[in-house]
């Protein structure tokens, strides 16, 4: 894939929220017919999981509603990854702090809450993570990251639609 834009979906051990945003996202460009246009990944804030599939709850949760996850697998974010992805997205305000330490100060302004996306939300909210809840915990963060990549669709839509530079 040739993209113009890079996006990165981070939680914790992704294995529950950023995998199923990722999976929602790409979907969602699909939809949109920018598929070729915005690569989409995930990545965890630490190594609990890494080669490890999503949590099963969170791959039946995302199946019933047409998104399969079962293909990806949990990976470390990276120093580099300031660097390649242009959008940095975590899931709740703990996960934008460890990416502010890790990130060079210049690359700072690519990281985003991805419910700052949302236009029905206040900014600040975070994605909760439903790994010790109950399964209608997954069923929640589907709804919010559903919302949220609606709004986050259209911003990589003008945002693609800018002349370079």
Known sequence: MNATLRVLMVCTGNICRSPTAEGVLRRKLTDAGLQNQVEVASAGT???H????????????????GYDLSRQRARLLRVED?????????????HVGRMVE?????????????????????????VPDPY??????????LDLIE???????????ARLRQPPG
């Open 46 to 48: 630490v190594d609990y």
């Open 82 to 94: 300031f660097e390649r992805f242009d959008l940095l997205v975590a899931m709740d305000t703990d």
């Open 102 to 126: 890790m990130c060079p100060a210049p690359l700072v302004g690519r990281i985003r809450l991805l419910m700052d996306s949302s236009s029905r939300r206040p900014r600040g909210m975070g």
């Open 50 to 65: 890494v080669g490890s599939p999503p949590d099963h709850r969170a791959q039946q949760s995302a199946l019933r509603r």
């Open 132 to 141: 010790y809840g109950a399964p209608a915990g997954f069923e929640r963060v």
């Open 147 to 157: 919302e949220a990549c609606d709004g986050l669709v259209k911003e990589l839509q």
